[in-house]
């Protein structure tokens, strides 16, 4: 690395993780922190807002500082800008981090970016994670399935062979024009991503997404906060034909998506087991009993049961988006995309000509490298703008560029 190489400083507070990232202008990852308040809100089965943003006042700038020590003793003159997290998200976290940067950026005399947090989600899979055995993407070319190492254009090996294996080791990164489904605790969303933060939406859930569906079924089961990791676990162990879910708005000439259904079939679900008549809704063994503990064989077939019917429609939702668009790369994006039920059954697709692209595990949930990342790629705020800036949110995409907004 050259002593000259600039980074682009990452900030992250829009929900319960607070995270600051330093990433170069191609896209490594030079440092990213992120200190979680899982723990914090744990004994409330979910985020508590007040309690988050009043974490992220004492957590952030303790953790800038540290994180550009252990860069390396990274100074401000080997910043090129400050990046934050705009929207979407809880207002009184985003602000945190939003009026951190503006001091940041005015005392350092650096420009200042304005990022979407769903557009930097969808930039996670250009990014160089930090360390060598982090570097690698999980893609699908036609049949074939390889982890391969994640190549980029400056380290690249010549194309030498037709073979899909071949193939895979000089692709770089997603194509663009490509669809983009990101899945996280806020949102379950596709869209058609035409340029490193430009994005056009095709759909969206109706009621929860799908990580607030798998936060919520954990819940309703005393298993823990978040859900998703652990129901994830316990449905690698258990048996998805156990109990059948009905997938939730599966018909094929409707994209967007829904998962308060599905939640709710589960609760309910979990609500006949508990009951004191042993009555086992379908398993086959033996149910709930008096104390309302279920057996771990019913909890691990139910997570089972309830991932295989959500993975089921995500993806067969985002074939068909792909199918549509005429893209041929899809990119599995957020908190959900670390799902190893999710990443297992993409890799099993044999949908010919479709690559389908996670980002490495650390950059799926919330992080600042994502945030740093985007901000290469677009313009920073006008000096006026920059100290009006205000978080939002609701904030929605960026209009395309040459199409009228609103
Ligand atoms: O992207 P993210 O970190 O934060 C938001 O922007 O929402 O996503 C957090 C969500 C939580 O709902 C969490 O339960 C879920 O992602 N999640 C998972 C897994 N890891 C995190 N869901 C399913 N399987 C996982 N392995
Ligand atoms: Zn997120």
Redesign the pocket.
């Known amino acids: 690395m050259s002593p000259q190489s600039s980074y682009m400083l990452g900030i992250e507070t ?2 319960d ?1 607070t995270a600051c990232a330093l990433v170069d202008r191609d896209g490594r990852v030079i440092a990213n922190v992120v200190a979680s308040q899982a723990d914090l809100h744990a004994k409330f089965g979910g985020v508590v807002p007040e309690v988050a943003s009043r974490k992220h006042i004492e957590t952030l700038l303790p953790l800038i500082d540290s994180m550009m020590q252990r860069a390396g003793g990274v100074d401000w003159d080997r910043i090129e800008g400050v990046a934050v997290t705009q929207g979407p ?1 809880l207002i009184g976290c985003l602000m945190i981090g939003v009026e951190t940067a503006k001091a940041l950026a005015w005392r350092y005399g650096k420009p200042l970016h304005a990022i979407n ?1 769903l557009e930097a ?1 969808l930039h996670a899979p250009y990014l160089l994670p930090e360390r060598a055995d982090q570097a690698h993407l999980l893609i699908e070319v036609g049949e074939s399935k390889a982890a391969i190492p994640f190549a980029r254009e400056d380290s690249a090996a010549p194309h030498e062979a037709d073979s899909p294996q071949a193939e895979a080791a000089v692709i770089k990164t997603p194509e663009f024009p490509h669809v983009g489904l990101i ?5 379950t969303t596709l869209v058609v991503v035409e340029a490193p933060g430009q994005c056009r939406p095709l759909a969206a859930t109706r009621d929860d ?4 569906a ?2 919520k079924v954990a819940r309703v089961m005393g298993l823990g906060y ?4 652990i ?2 676990r316990l449905a690698a162990e258990g048996d998805p034909a156990a109990f059948k879910f009905t997938a939730p708005l599966k018909r094929r000439d409707v994209l967007d998506f829904s998962f308060s259904g599905l939640k709710s079939a589960v609760a309910r679900r979990v609500e006949a087991l508990r009951g004191a008549d042993g009555s086992n809704g379908g398993s086959g063994s033996s149910g709930g009993n008096a104390s309302g503990v279920l057996p771990e064989k019913i909890v691990r077939d139910l997570c089972a049961g309830f991932q295989a019917t959500a993975i089921d429609v995500l993806l067969s939702k985002s074939m068909r988006a792909v199918g549509a668009s005429g893209a041929r790369d899809l990119v599995v994006v ?3 995309a ?3 039920g ?1 990443r297992r059954t993409a890799s099993g697709l044999r949908a010919a000509g479709v690559r389908i692209w996670f980002p490495h595990f650390s950059l ?3 992080n600042a490298a994502m945030i740093a990342g985007l901000a290469w790629h677009l313009k920073p705020l006008e000096a006026e703008a920059m100290l009006r800036l205000d978080p939002d949110a609701s904030l929605k995409f960026t209009p395309l560029k040459g199409t009228v907004a609103g």
């Open positions: 829009s929900c993780e998200g947090h989600h899945v996280s605790g806020g949102h997404a799908v990580g607030e798998y936060d978040p859900g998703g990791p129901v994830d957020g908190g959900v670390s799902n190893r999710l799926c949930t919330d």
